[in-house]
């Protein structure tokens, strides 16, 4: 009896390309959305816009800049519902765990009125973020860099 082995060499190469291709693509991604935040961010007059490098940080920012265009329920206190649900969804993910949706429906809410303020198509936008589950929010946040408001 001849046993013979399979030689996964090549599927391991091609598995560390894609994950290297992964991994390029995510920190250019995160680089061209940092830039293009912070640029919404210091042309509205926000005095923090270096938040937009920070990881949880830029989600914060997101919420910032709409503190005041969301719903009347959340006026003052959208900044505050996302940090406590993201904080929540960490900790109680395996007890409640429904609750890492208030976080994601934060952050596409505070999308949406950022694509509305820029864009004349905000609900395109936003139907692309969610199809590329957020992936293109970033390439957006670079494209809305240098528009000047819609409601100026």
């Known amino acids: 009896m001849v046993i013979q082995f399979v030689d996964l060499s090549g599927i391991a190469g091609l598995f560390a390309l894609l994950l290297l291709v992964l991994f390029i693509s995510t920190f250019v991604l995160y680089v061209i959305g940092a830039i293009g935040l912070y640029s919404i961010a210091k042309r509205e007059g926000y005095d923090k816009p270096w938040l937009a490098w920070i990881p949880l940080g830029n989600g914060c920012l997101m919420m910032l800049l709409n503190e005041y ?3 009347d329920i959340l006026v003052e206190r959208f900044t505050l519902t996302f940090v406590i649900s993201t904080l929540a969804s960490v900790a109680f993910v395996g007890i409640i765990p429904f609750i890492s ?10 999308f949406y009125l950022i694509a509305d303020r820029y864009s004349e198509r905000p609900v395109l936008h936003l139907l692309l973020a969610l199809v590329t589950m957020g992936a293109s929010m970033s ?11 819609l409601y100026e």
Not at 101 to 110: E, G, L
Not at 139 to 149: A, N, Q, T
Request: net charge neutral; hydrophobic share 50%.
């Open 101 to 110: 949706v208030i976080p994601f429906v934060c952050m596409y809410y505070a």
């Open 139 to 149: 390439v957006s946040y670079f494209l809305f860099r240098h528009r000047e408001s």
């Open 69 to 71: 265009d969301v719903l």
